[in-house]
Every structure is written in structure tokens, then in C-alpha cells.
């Protein structure tokens, strides 16, 4: 079974910085892409930014210039570099891989991490 579990989180000053990490575990040969979504309390859960095997990223309109997501694909680990924090982006956050592929070329889809609690305070 594949699990991602992520690590990173925590409670921030406005205008800090935090690095969040997911790392995949299990029978996993390749990952297509993957993404950090975050739930704030009373809202839908959003994308935060997502990253292509190749390392082509997208990003939220409201984190652009502050966030920085990356991949590690030999380690099946992506990463959240997140600077000038906002009381706004108080959220869990959580990662996903849209497609796990497995040494037979089978594939699993839409694989979520646990979460973590980002809390910026202002």
C-alpha cells in the first residue's frame, strides 16, 4: 500500500518562513505529479501548487512569489518552501499524488497524506 506522509508544519510568526515535506512510501516505481492542497476551517479545500515529473510547477494566485514547491523524484519526496507567511495561510496542509505507478505499470490514483497544521499568527 502506498502511504505519503507529510512533516513539516507548525506555528509561525507573520512574514516567517516554513519548509513542508511529503515523502511516498511503498510500492511506488513513479509518481506523475504532485501537489500541496490546503483546508482552511469553514473553507473548501484548494490547490496550493502543484509540480510534473519533468519539475514544470504551478501555484495559487495568492501564494506566486512566496511559495516554492519542488520534487525529489528518486525519493518520491516533494517539498513546500513557504516564505512571508500570512495569517491567511493558516490551514492543513495536505499533499497528493495524482497517479502512483507501481513496477508493473499499474496505476493508483489520487493518493492523499494526512495533513499538517500550518498556523501563522499575526
Known amino acids: 500500500q502506498v502511504q505519503l506522509v507529510e512533516s513539516g508544519g507548525g506555528l509561525v510568526q507573520a512574514g516567517g518562513s516554513l519548509r513542508l515535506s511529503c515523502a511516498a512510501s511503498?510500492?511506488?516505481?513513479?509518481?506523475?505529479?504532485m501537489g500541496w492542497y490546503r483546508q482552511a476551517p469553514g473553507k473548501q479545500r484548494e490547490l496550493v501548487a502543484s509540480?510534473?515529473?519533468?519539475?514544470?510547477?504551478n501555484y495559487a494566485d495568492s501564494v506566486k512569489g512566496r511559495f516554492t514547491i519542488s520534487r525529489v523524484n528518486a525519493k518520491n519526496t516533494v517539498y513546500l518552501q513557504m516564505n512571508s507567511l500570512k495569517p491567511e495561510d493558516t490551514a492543513v496542509y495536505y499533499c497528493?499524488?495524482?497517479?502512483?505507478?507501481?513496477?508493473?505499470?499499474?496505476?493508483?490514483?489520487?493518493?492523499w497524506g494526512q495533513g499538517t497544521q500550518v498556523t501563522v499568527s499575526s
Open positions: 497528493n499524488a495524482d497517479q502512483v505507478y507501481d513496477r508493473l505499470g499499474r496505476v493508483r490514483y489520487d493518493l
Open positions: 511503498g510500492n511506488i516505481f513513479s509518481i506523475n505529479a
Open positions: 509540480i510534473t515529473s519533468g519539475g514544470s510547477a
